[in-house]
């Protein structure tokens, strides 16, 4: 518990400290509202929103349940991923689940036909004039993000098991996370109207979804240049050898020498690029077999060695 990398950490600090501030100043200003996202068509709807909202929550058992989730399971994705890429990870998908939440507001404008009106009836309230109205649709906290970071840790082990409760047995998160997903499907499209911005979970689930697959496309196309690039080097070797020999028997040569003496050429930018790619993923692998291990005995397991690279990685 007391082991929380520096982003997550920073994120939980960050939730709490806005959370707190809207608590002490609720009687003068109410920051829900003003940093809450609104719908894009209501008067106070502000483009950073887009990046506020998700620091905001509606009350304590809204914030503790997202800051024990993120506890959980950002702690782990974190150390497999490191920090600047969870960060950018854990926004990006915010702001996703921000722009889905307000595609499905915008279906909810156009089937309730309120562009036609000037003013909508409230019960108990009485006529409301619709701009008034459509500033009511705020949507606040960081559930999409956290359902995103949810996803990852599913993808990157979705063999793992976990305790639910109240199930008796523990099930693999894969199946967690596809059937926490289809549940928030469900519940979007047959109570379209409650408090819960389901279509923002599944689209912060989406964006996350598509980003690691982007992400893993690459790390596959670095494997391809990897390889494109050893045969590369074993032509030049071949072509070395036939210069080499030219130069033995008198030839103009290149780089070579009679007294094979090699002098290397200079490394290509995308050279460089495929050897910080095979370093980067020679560290990756040694702190995925570093996790396996906690997984496996626990963190007392590891040598001092291990855990100072464990350590080391999550700065």
């Known amino acids: 518990m007391f082991r929380i990398p520096a982003?997550?950490?920073?994120?939980?600090?960050?939730?709490?400290?806005?959370?707190?501030?809207?608590?002490?100043?609720?009687?003068?200003?109410?920051?829900?509202?003003?940093?809450?996202l609104h719908f894009f068509m209501a008067p106070d709807f502000h483009v950073y929103q887009l990046f506020t909202y998700m620091f905001m929550h509606?009350?304590?058992?809204?914030?503790?349940s997202n800051m024990f989730a993120l506890w959980m399971f950002g702690c782990v994705v974190e150390q497999i991923w490191g920090g600047k890429k969870f960060l950018f990870y854990y926004i990006s998908c915010g702001v996703g689940a921000g722009l889905f939440q307000e595609a499905a507001q915008y279906?909810?404008?156009?089937?309730?036909?309120?562009?036609q009106y000037q003013y909508v009836t409230i019960p108990?309230?009485?006529?409301?004039?619709?701009?008034?109205?459509?500033?009511?649709?705020?949507?606040?906290?960081?559930?999409g993000a956290i359902f995103?970071?949810?996803?990852?840790?599913?993808?990157?082990?979705?063999?793992?098991?976990?305790?639910?409760?109240?199930?008796?047995?523990?099930?693999?998160?894969?199946?967690?996370?596809?059937?926490?997903?289809?549940?928030?499907?469900?519940?979007?499209?047959?109570?379209p109207g409650d408090s819960v911005a389901h279509i923002a979970h599944l689209g912060g689930m989406v964006f996350g979804y598509f980003m690691i697959r982007h992400w893993?496309?690459?790390?596959?196309?670095?494997?391809?240049?990897?390889?494109?690039?050893?045969?590369?080097?074993?032509?030049?070797?071949?072509?070395?050898?036939?210069?080499?020999?030219?130069?033995?028997?008198?030839?103009?040569?290149?780089?070579?020498?009679?007294?094979?003496?090699?002098?290397?050429?200079?490394?290509?930018e995308e050279q460089k690029d495929w050897d910080y790619n095979a370093q980067k993923k020679a560290e990756q692998d040694e702190i995925d077999r570093i996790l396996d291990k906690i997984r496996k005995s626990g963190y007392d397991s590891l040598t001092k060695e291990e855990k100072q690279k464990l350590f080391d990685q999550s700065k």
């Open 148 to 191: 995103a970071i949810l996803l990852a840790f599913g993808m990157l082990m979705p063999n793992e098991r976990i305790f639910i409760f109240p199930l008796p047995v523990p099930i693999k998160v894969k199946y967690f996370v596809m059937g926490y997903a289809a549940f928030e499907l469900y519940m979007g499209l047959s109570q």
């Open 7 to 36: 982003v997550t950490k920073s994120l939980l600090i960050a939730n709490f400290l806005c959370f707190f501030a809207m608590l002490g100043l609720q009687s003068t200003i109410d920051l829900n509202n003003v940093c809450g």
């Open 58 to 64: 509606g009350g304590w058992g809204h914030i503790l």
């Open 107 to 115: 279906i909810s404008y156009v089937s309730q036909g309120l562009a």
């Open 216 to 268: 893993n496309k690459q790390q596959g196309q670095y494997g391809k240049m990897r390889g494109h690039d050893a045969f590369s080097k074993v032509k030049n070797v071949f072509g070395g050898r036939n210069r080499h020999d030219d130069t033995a028997f008198g030839g103009n040569g290149g780089s070579w020498s009679f007294g094979g003496h090699h002098q290397e050429e200079p490394k290509t």
């Open 124 to 143: 108990n309230v009485g006529n409301m004039p619709v701009e008034q109205y459509l500033n009511l649709w705020t949507t606040v906290g960081a559930s």
